[in-house]
């Protein structure tokens, strides 16, 4: 079946340092990807989102490419900061023959920026 | 707009006694999803349901576990009895139709069963 893996964490970074978090996928037909961000204490929001292949989805400074011939949606931000501390989950959409909307998450990855 | 409305927020209780979880979607949302979030399993979807029906309950646990939605505003998840590994923290989300996909997600109900 569909399934997503991510970078086991946690993930320690300096303040202004480069991130990547990396996502892998596995799924029949062509599923829409997608980064969730939660804060302590917080649900799960939406960061970014693409629907097709070489698609950029982007927000907050945060990018993650479709990347079909490697099966990745790898996270990615330039410069990181304190406020960026969370749980990130990459995940995707089941398009399959039902096309439910039924997401399928990763672990999660842990960051955590120090001052 | 009000997004979706978890109720409670925190809850405490004692093994075998019933546990009631609330869920209000955003409005005109029709899917409606249930996650239980613990550190040993990571995010589970557990029931979700499109136009008040439930459409893949393989998610939820055992019979102890049940799951309503009544109308288009408002869903239940109810363990009865409940037992200390229960102890999760349940989310519920919402997405617009059927097959869309980013899904809208509660504060979370953090349950504590002693």
């Known amino acids: 079946g569909d399934s997503v893996t991510q970078m086991e964490g946690p993930v320690t970074l300096s303040e202004e340092a480069f991130l990547t978090i990396n996502c892998t996928y596995t799924?029949?037909?062509?599923?829409?990807l997608f980064w969730y961000v939660q804060y302590p204490g917080e649900g799960l929001q939406l960061l970014l989102k693409a629907t097709k292949a070489d698609d950029k989805g982007s927000n907050k400074g945060f990018e993650a490419t479709y990347r079909k011939e490697t099966t990745s949606f790898h996270l990615e931000k330039g410069s990181v900061q304190v406020s960026d501390s969370a749980v990130y989950f990459c995940a995707l959409s089941d398009r399959g023959s039902s096309n439910t909307g039924k997401l399928i998450f990763g672990q999660g990855t842990t960051l955590q920026v120090k001052p | 707009d009000a997004g979706v409305i978890q109720s409670p927020r925190h809850e405490v209780t004692e093994m075998g006694q019933e546990v009631t979880l609330r869920c209000k979607p955003i409005?005109?949302?029709?899917?409606l999803f249930w996650y239980r979030q613990t550190m040993m399993r990571g995010l589970e979807l557990l029931i979700y349901?499109?136009?008040?029906?439930?459409?893949?309950d393989s998610g939820m646990p055992e019979d102890r576990f049940s799951a309503k939605m009544p109308n288009a505003s408002f869903s239940t998840l109810k363990i009865q009895p409940s037992e200390p590994r229960d102890s999760a923290v349940y989310f519920c989300a919402s997405s617009t139709r059927q097959g869309s996909d980013t899904q809208y997600f509660g504060p979370g109900t953090r349950l504590t069963v002693l």
């Open positions: 799924a029949t037909g062509y599923p829409s």
């Open positions: 349901f499109n136009n008040n029906v439930p459409i893949d």
């Open positions: 409005s005109g949302h029709n899917s």
